[in-house]
């Protein structure tokens, strides 16, 4: 083999182990980011936010300040952590629809899917 084909070999060779790490810390920087929010409606009755949960994204856990309806707009995978440090993998379809209640203690919410998913938070005031 000569000089320049190791040089070439060697030279791809980094440059894919770069691709490779830059793919991971995009995802990384991504599950540091949290949830993605658009609000869509604020008025004096009501908040619809719409959340896109991005693979590997974590919702951190928080009291609900209000009832909540939760619309799930696309297929949904995550894991809930309660505040015991209890795991529970959760799958959501389409259009199924949460009810919570003020007060109630939001989980840790890690996207464990390939894919983002998306969802309408329905907040009552």
């Not at 000089?3 to 770069?18: D, P, Q, S, Y």
């Not at 919702?59 to 795991?87: C, H, L, M, W």
Request: cysteine-free; glycine content about 10%; aromatic content about 6%.
């Amino acid at each position: 083999m000569s000089k320049r084909t190791r040089t070439i070999i060697v030279g791809l060779a980094i440059f894919g182990l770069g691709v490779f790490a830059g793919i991971g810390l995009a995802r990384q920087l991504g599950a540091l980011s949290g949830p993605q929010t658009k609000v869509l409606l604020d008025n004096a009755r009501v908040t619809v936010t719409e959340v896109t949960m991005a693979p590997g994204v974590r919702r951190e856990p928080y009291t609900r300040p209000t009832d909540q309806i939760i619309v799930f707009i696309d297929n949904a995978s995550y894991e809930a952590t309660d505040s015991d440090g209890k795991k529970q993998a959760r799958r959501r379809a389409a259009g199924e629809i949460v009810w919570h209640n003020k007060g109630e203690a939001a989980p840790l919410l890690v996207n464990t899917g390939q894919k983002p998913y998306r969802n309408l938070v329905v907040t009552l005031k």
